[in-house]
């Protein structure tokens, strides 16, 4: 079975719907659909969520999303102090300060390295304070036909005319494969190339409500 968005994409590289040839197989279609459904929550910033991070003595944290995945911080801030900190890279500290690691105190700055693991300047000296995070989320993917892809109706034909372009790419129809693509960007304003304004970004349609759990790395 497929769901609605699955059975767009059918009818748009002529399948027979009921009776698909090249896709029995509804995997790939599927595939597609969650690449593009999480590639919109990362361009446009619009699946939110709020992440309790217990602080402990050390400089490294994991984050693991049980429901969805991490892609970047917005905000961090000090949840007893209700202080704001500042956003650093490892980079910068260690330019300013080759021993930053040794600095311990209250947190001045936050950073985030790869996909999960979010640092802290300077090293806490106690385990009692929580780091809240406003981030923004990768949707979680779905797996079966039942399951609400959960994307906003003005999105829809975008995930569609991308999952076609991939379907034509992995056919080596590199014309067709663009002209989709292209379709793509034009109707997520991604075409003209031009930064989408935070105020301006579409929002997805996509439960933020996380469930989590925290390793910390020392």
Same mark, same amino acid.
């Given at each position: 079975?497929?769901?609605?968005?699955?059975?767009? $994409?059918?009818?748009? *590289?002529? #399948?027979?719907?009921?009776?698909?040839?090249?896709?029995?197989?509804?995997?790939?279609?599927?595939? %597609?659909?969650?690449?593009? $459904?999480? #590639?919109?929550?990362?361009?446009?910033?619009? $699946?939110?969520?709020?992440?309790?991070?217990?602080? %402990?003595?050390?400089?490294?944290?994991?984050?693991?999303?049980?429901?969805?995945?991490?892609?970047?911080?917005t905000?961090?801030?000090?949840? %007893?102090?209700?202080?704001?900190?500042d956003?650093?890279?490892?980079?910068?500290?260690?330019?300013?300060?080759?021993?930053?690691?040794?600095?311990?105190?209250?947190p #001045?700055?936050?950073?985030? *390295?790869?996909?999960?693991?979010?640092?802290v =300047?300077?090293r806490?000296?106690?385990t009692?304070?929580v780091?809240?995070?406003?981030?923004?989320?990768?949707?979680?993917? =779905?797996?079966?036909?039942?399951?609400?892809?959960?994307?906003?109706?003005?999105?829809?034909?975008?995930?569609?005319?991308y999952?076609? %372009?991939?379907? =034509?790419?992995?056919?080596?129809?590199?014309?067709?494969?663009? #002209?989709?693509?292209?379709?793509y960007?034009?109707?997520?304003?991604?075409?003209?190339?031009?930064?989408?304004?935070?105020?301006?970004?579409?929002r997805?349609? $996509?439960?933020?409500?996380?469930?989590?759990?925290?390793?910390? *790395?020392?």
């Amino acid at each position: 079975m497929a769901n609605n968005l699955e059975t767009q $994409v059918l009818r748009l *590289i002529g #399948e027979d719907v009921e009776n698909p040839d090249a896709f029995s197989n509804i995997a790939p279609v599927r595939d %597609s659909i969650n690449d593009a $459904v999480q #590639e919109l929550a990362i361009i446009t910033g619009g $699946v939110k969520g709020t992440y309790h991070l217990p602080l %402990s003595n050390a400089n490294f944290y994991r984050m693991n999303f049980v429901s969805g995945g991490f892609a970047w911080v917005t905000d961090a801030w000090l949840v %007893s102090q209700r202080r704001r900190l500042d956003q650093t890279d490892v980079a910068r500290l260690s330019s300013q300060n080759p021993r930053w690691m040794i600095d311990s105190g209250s947190p #001045e700055s936050y950073f985030q *390295i790869g996909a999960d693991i979010v640092g802290v =300047y300077r090293r806490p000296t106690g385990t009692t304070e929580v780091l809240r995070l406003d981030v923004v989320m990768t949707p979680a993917r =779905y797996t079966t036909d039942t399951e609400r892809v959960r994307v906003r109706r003005e999105f829809e034909v975008a995930v569609i005319n991308y999952a076609v %372009s991939e379907y =034509y790419a992995s056919r080596g129809d590199a014309k067709q494969a663009m #002209e989709w693509f292209g379709r793509y960007l034009e109707i997520t304003g991604l075409a003209d190339a031009q930064p989408i304004q935070s105020d301006d970004r579409p929002r997805m349609a $996509v439960d933020a409500r996380l469930e989590s759990r925290d390793e910390v *790395i020392r």
